[in-house]
RNA sequence: UCCCGGAUAGCUCAGUCGGUAGAGCAAGUGACUGUUAAUCACUGGGUCGCAGGUUCGAGUCCUGCUCCGGGAGCCA
């Protein structure tokens, strides 16, 4: 008989009438005296159960099926039919339920038939996709870098894997995780007292990325459009909603370009990817919208279709000294925006995503590029209504005697970024790119107010079981 | 790391003025002629986060600690 997924079964791939196995979780059961059982399965391929009907006559009805509870593993063969009762359009009639895997302590299986917390759920991140909010999640997840992929792709720009291990210390961008093999017991130390990395694996001091960016700047001084995916780690103590010590990262990267063309990228790619979700996810997005927030949909739609307020930073300074409101934080050029500044124009002046562009260029990194004004830098931030900045981004210095110059301002030894140096040395070009943080983007599609909650396994400050 | 809040049954929570613990869901048993997180009845289920203190008596008041959440900083 031949296996078909709940998907197939309910979206008319699967034709009526015909018999076919379907293969799942219980989600719950429902009895019936007319000597009947009601079984809502699901096997993760959409959010819809398929229900099940299970005559007593089954040979093993009363000692098996009238005792699956949620969480329990079947195979159920049977005729796909039209249901003899509301709710569904379709249901399996069984000729066989076959019980590949029982839950052993049925008052103890974490996850019910009810709404879980978030909380909770976490402390069963092995269980948790088993819910219908985290599958809807997982599947929106996939589609959206599925998207993210084919938006690039069919732009012309070449995915390029760049390491996870690297030996620049000082990126620029937080603190790092340390690599090494290092018996930490008993380490090597050299005639200083100090501790002894040639001796380590790599000979020399390693840590987990922070960003692919300087990286993939050289296969864009090359490949002219590229972009990075991949996991990226910052050991900072952040314990807030919207920070993970390893989290995924979106960085394009495009050569003979300008922060003009860098924010037109951010834009168009945020729109073709969230265009592209809504019409893939439609019911995993309903169910999430109905969880959250209602309007989640309807805003979705409107920011693919509307075109971003862009604003330099100096006119957003002088947004938020006219606007009246009392901040915590005084508003002065010069010094970056907080948070609070950040939500007040993304939410409340704008009412949607913002672009803030040319930003001073003391409060920046030493890569940026140095405006005419040389006073600001060709940086820019996309914030989101809800989730704050999702893209951080800028044209980068692509001037040698600029880029020094800015590496001694930031007290950052030249010696150690020789290579990225010798991009400005050999037929440097203009170029820009952004960071665009994965986990924060599928948070503000799903509605979701948690960045822990759209990946399988968070990990953050004193979090890393699973 | 700082500020605020929290921790009571498998889960979600209530617990008044300090007097030895409750509900809903889940689980078990039974009832019910096709149910929709079915319904109804009954049953079992507790180191009230940990350690001290005050008190005749602490889930409740006090101190310390642990863990969790929200906000802030850092940033994507």
Same mark, same amino acid.
């Given at each position: 008989?031949?296996?078909?997924?709940?998907?197939?079964?309910?979206?008319?791939?699967?034709?009526?009438?015909?018999?076919?196995?379907?293969?799942?979780?219980?989600?719950?059961?429902?009895?019936?005296?007319?000597?009947?059982?009601?079984?809502?399965?699901?096997?993760? $391929?959409?959010?819809?159960?398929?229900?099940?009907?299970?005559?007593?006559?089954?040979?093993?009805?009363?000692?098996?099926?009238?005792?699956?509870?949620?969480?329990?593993?079947?195979?159920?063969?049977?005729?796909?039919?039209?249901?003899?009762?509301?709710?569904?359009?379709?249901?399996?009639?069984?000729?066989?339920?076959?019980?590949?895997?029982?839950?052993?302590?049925?008052? $103890?299986?974490?996850?019910?038939?009810?709404?879980?917390?978030?909380?909770?759920?976490?402390?069963?991140?092995?269980?948790?996709?088993?819910?219908?909010?985290?599958?809807?999640?997982?599947?929106? *997840?996939?589609?959206?870098?599925?998207?993210?992929?084919?938006?690039?792709?069919?732009?012309?720009?070449?995915?390029?894997?760049?390491?996870?291990?690297?030996?620049?210390?000082?990126?620029?961008?937080?603190?790092?995780?340390?690599?090494?093999?290092?018996?930490?017991?008993?380490?090597?130390?050299?005639?200083?007292?100090?501790?002894?990395?040639?001796?380590?694996?790599?000979?020399?001091?390693?840590?987990?990325?922070?960003?692919?960016?300087?990286?993939?700047?050289?296969?864009?001084?090359?490949?002219?459009?590229?972009?990075?995916?991949?996991?990226?780690?910052?050991?900072?103590?952040?314990?807030?909603?919207?920070?993970?010590?390893?989290?995924?990262?979106?960085?394009?990267?495009?050569?003979?370009?300008?922060?003009?063309?860098?924010?037109?990228?951010?834009?168009?790619?945020?729109?073709?990817?969230?265009?592209?979700?809504?019409?893939?996810?439609?019911?995993?997005?309903?169910?999430?919208?109905?969880?959250?927030?209602?309007?989640?949909?309807?805003?979705?739609?409107?920011?693919?279709?509307?075109?971003?307020?862009?604003?330099?930073?100096?006119?957003?300074?002088?947004?938020?000294?006219?606007?009246?409101?009392?901040?915590?934080?005084?508003?002065?050029?010069?010094?970056?925006?907080?948070?609070?500044?950040?939500?007040?124009?993304?939410?409340?002046?704008?009412?949607?995503?913002?672009?803030?562009?040319?930003?001073?260029?003391?409060?920046?990194?030493?890569?940026?590029?140095?405006?005419?004004?040389?006073? $600001?830098?060709?940086?820019?931030?996309?914030?989101?209504?809800?989730?704050?900045?999702?893209?951080?981004?800028?044209?980068?210095?692509?001037?040698?005697?600029?880029?020094? *110059?800015?590496? *001694?301002?930031?007290?950052?030894?030249?010696?150690?970024?020789?290579?990225?140096?010798?991009?400005?040395?050999?037929?440097?070009?203009?170029?820009?790119?952004?960071?665009?943080?994965?986990?924060?983007?599928?948070?503000?599609?799903?509605?979701?107010?948690?960045?822990?909650?759209?990946?399988?396994?968070?990990?953050?400050?004193?979090?890393?079981?699973?």
């Amino acid at each position: 008989m031949q296996w078909v997924t709940v998907k197939d079964a309910l979206t008319g791939k699967v034709p009526v009438d015909s018999e076919v196995t379907l293969k799942g979780w219980v989600r719950t059961r429902r009895d019936s005296k007319a000597g009947l059982s009601f079984i809502q399965l699901n096997d993760g $391929t959409c959010l819809a159960n398929v229900q099940l009907v299970a005559q007593n006559t089954l040979p093993n009805y009363a000692d098996q099926v009238a005792h699956l509870t949620a969480g329990c593993a079947i195979e159920a063969d049977g005729v796909l039919t039209p249901s003899q009762g509301r709710g569904q359009s379709v249901e399996l009639q069984a000729s066989a339920v076959r019980v590949v895997g029982e839950v052993d302590d049925p008052e $103890t299986y974490p996850i019910q038939p009810k709404a879980h917390t978030y909380e909770f759920l976490r402390e069963v991140a092995h269980l948790r996709p088993r819910t219908n909010t985290f599958g809807a999640l997982t599947r929106v *997840r996939h589609e959206l870098a599925q998207a993210i992929h084919q938006f690039l792709h069919g732009q012309g720009y070449y995915w390029i894997s760049t390491p996870i291990i690297t030996a620049s210390d000082a990126e620029g961008a937080g603190q790092m995780f340390r690599v090494s093999t290092l018996d930490q017991v008993n380490l090597p130390r050299d005639d200083k007292g100090q501790i002894d990395y040639s001796q380590d694996f790599f000979g020399q001091e390693t840590f987990l990325t922070v960003s692919g960016q300087l990286n993939v700047e050289a296969y864009c001084l090359a490949l002219s459009r590229v972009y990075t995916f991949g996991p990226t780690f910052r050991a900072e103590n952040s314990n807030t909603t919207r920070h993970l010590a390893e989290f995924w990262m979106i960085e394009p990267e495009i050569a003979f370009a300008d922060l003009a063309a860098n924010a037109d990228l951010a834009e168009a790619m945020l729109k073709a990817v969230i265009g592209q979700v809504l019409e893939r996810c439609e019911d995993d997005l309903a169910f999430l919208a109905g969880r959250s927030d209602k309007e989640l949909i309807d805003r979705l739609r409107n920011l693919a279709d509307s075109e971003f307020v862009r604003m330099d930073y100096s006119e957003a300074v002088k947004i938020l000294a006219e606007c009246g409101k009392r901040f915590e934080f005084p508003v002065s050029w010069g010094s970056d925006l907080q948070t609070e500044h950040e939500r007040y124009l993304t939410e409340v002046h704008v009412g949607s995503p913002v672009v803030v562009m040319n930003y001073p260029e003391k409060i920046k990194a030493f890569y940026m590029r140095l405006n005419e004004d040389e006073r $600001t830098v060709a940086a820019m931030d996309v914030l989101a209504p809800g989730i704050g900045e999702i893209i951080g981004g800028a044209q980068r210095e692509e001037r040698l005697d600029q880029l020094d *110059r800015r590496m *001694r301002q930031f007290h950052i030894d030249p010696t150690h970024y020789q290579w990225y140096r010798d991009l400005r040395r050999y037929g440097t070009v203009p170029h820009a790119g952004f960071g665009l943080g994965f986990e924060r983007l599928v948070a503000y599609i799903s509605g979701m107010g948690n960045v822990r909650d759209v990946i399988a396994y968070p990990r953050t400050p004193g979090n890393a079981q699973f």
